[in-house]
């Protein structure tokens, strides 16, 4: 099994941040595999398939009780340029607008979680691969 690829800050910042160029795409889960395939409806109805590295993290996430839901499903960005998913928790609601909060939780030397405030979520990084239909 060969280890999972290591998300450092920068490369978070530059995909969530707000001078990231393109932005992250809002979207939501749709469905889940267990051989590590994501899909992803973007707001606009655009769909994509991602490949998600750390699948038994992200199989914990979606089960968390306090997962953002928008439309009932689990609201993500994905910045495809980087490679970045990140999934939203707590609150279960989104606020009326999204800011991303780069104040990062590491472990093993990557960046597993950007910690949310106030009524802004958290939100769960991983590294992930797929298209950006819109690009």
Do not use: K, Y
């Amino acid at each position: 099994m060969s280890p999972l690829p290591t998300l450092h800050h920068t490369r978070i910042r530059a995909a969530l941040g707000p001078d990231a160029s393109p932005r992250a795409r809002p979207a939501t889960v749709t469905d889940t595999a267990a051989d590590r395939v994501v899909n992803v409806r973007f707001l606009d109805g655009d769909t994509s398939t991602l490949s998600v590295a750390d699948t038994v993290r992200l199989a914990a996430t979606l089960e968390r009780p306090d997962l953002c839901r928008f439309r009932g499903e689990p609201l993500v960005l994905w910045s495809a340029q980087h490679g970045v998913l990140a999934v939203a928790t707590g609150p279960t609601s989104p606020p009326d607008r999204l800011v991303v909060q780069l104040v990062s939780r590491v472990e093993g030397g990557s960046v597993v979680e950007l910690v949310g405030g106030d009524d802004q979520p958290s939100w769960q990084i991983f590294a992930a691969t797929g298209a950006d239909p819109a690009l």
